[in-house]
Nanobody, 116 residues
Framework: QVQLVESGGGLVQPGGSLRLSCVAS????????MNWYRQAPGKERELVAF????????NYADSVKGRFAISRDNAKNMVYLQMNNLEPEDAAVYYC?????????WGKGTLVTVSS
């Protein structure tokens, strides 16, 4: 059974940093690309970051480029999102996702609040 579980969310002040984690199970993690999405109240869910199976290629939404970094550790079945210089606009529920055999699998999300 595919399972993705996020952690690391919380309250941070503007300009602060957080590191989100996602642990995967139930599939051959090292052979699949991974994604981080986020959704703020009243807004559509948006793709934040992408990483290929080996970690060789990454892509980011323009709004987070230069501030966020996605990485993975295939030996641990983990994918991370390092978030630096956080802004109030970054506040959202962050989700880990992977497409496996044409089906999307999602974690339940972790809440990031950015407030002074």
């Amino acid at each position: 059974q595919v399972q993705l579980v996020e952690s690391g969310g919380g309250l941070v002040q503007p300009g602060g940093s957080l590191r989100l984690s996602c642990v995967a199970s139930g599939f051959t993690f090292r052979t699949y690309a991974m994604n981080w999405y986020r959704q703020a109240p009243g807004k559509e869910r948006e793709l934040v970051a992408f990483i290929t199976s080996s970690g060789a290629i990454t892509n980011y939404a323009d709004s987070v480029k230069g501030r966020f970094a996605i990485s993975r550790d295939n030996a641990k079945n983990m994918v991370y999102l390092q978030m630096n210089n956080l802004e109030p606009e970054d506040a959202a529920v962050y989700y880990c996702k992977s497409r496996i055999r044409n089906m999307d699998y999602w974690g339940k999300g972790t809440l990031v609040t950015v407030s002074s």
